[in-house]
């Protein structure tokens, strides 16, 4: 695969790389032991049971947190933190982020990206004509396809396929790519 779909948080800012990843968003509490239900928004779930601390994000200010507990339940997870014992301590956390540092992130194999990096790049064609701004990464399951809005407000869908995508370089803030017949029709 060409992209791995990864945590994902915000929007990056144009030739700046992110540097945390929303790995979920408490949606409430569960039991009276100061457990949360997260729902997941990274691809592997399954990273929560090697997680040692998460980020709160309190909107104004961050906490950092010590994982003591994981496990599943249906499409969230449970998590329990050291902080946190009882239920009156994680009361007010609902719809709050959940946050890692990029260290902590899955590892990537060569040709991957985090999907946050991606967004805002500056598409180009392999003649290095501006097509416009890489605005979202749609999984489709096949392959991803990045949304691109063009100078004209326009959205063009390129799939990514190396066919399509000649380079990715988000510390230059750009990705090179061949406009495959028919695209720029649609």
Not at 149 to 165: D, F, Y
């Amino acid at each position: 695969m060409f992209l791995r779909a990864a945590e994902n948080f915000g929007e990056a800012e144009e030739n700046r790389m992110i540097d945390r990843f929303q790995v979920g968003v408490i949606t409430g509490t569960h039991g009276l032991k100061g457990e949360v239900k997260v729902f997941p928004t990274t691809d592997d779930p399954s990273r929560f049971r090697k997680l040692k601390k998460v980020i709160l994000d309190l909107g104004r200010e961050e906490r950092i947190l010590t994982v003591r507990s994981v496990r599943f339940f249906k499409q969230f997870v449970i998590v329990g933190f050291a902080e946190s014992t009882r239920i009156e301590d994680v009361e007010r956390l609902r719809g709050k982020s959940l946050l890692i540092d990029r260290a902590d992130a899955l590892p990537l194999e060569e040709g991957e990206f985090y999907i946050p990096d991606l967004i805002g790049l500056r598409v180009v064609d392999e003649d290095g004509a501006e097509l416009g701004k890489l605005t979202d990464v749609l999984q489709t399951g096949a392959n991803d396809v990045y949304a691109v809005e063009t100078p004209e407000g326009k959205e063009l869908l390129l799939p990514a396929i190396k066919s399509c995508i000649l380079e990715t370089n988000p510390q230059e803030g750009y990705m090179k790519v061949h406009l495959l017949p028919g695209l720029e029709d649609l």
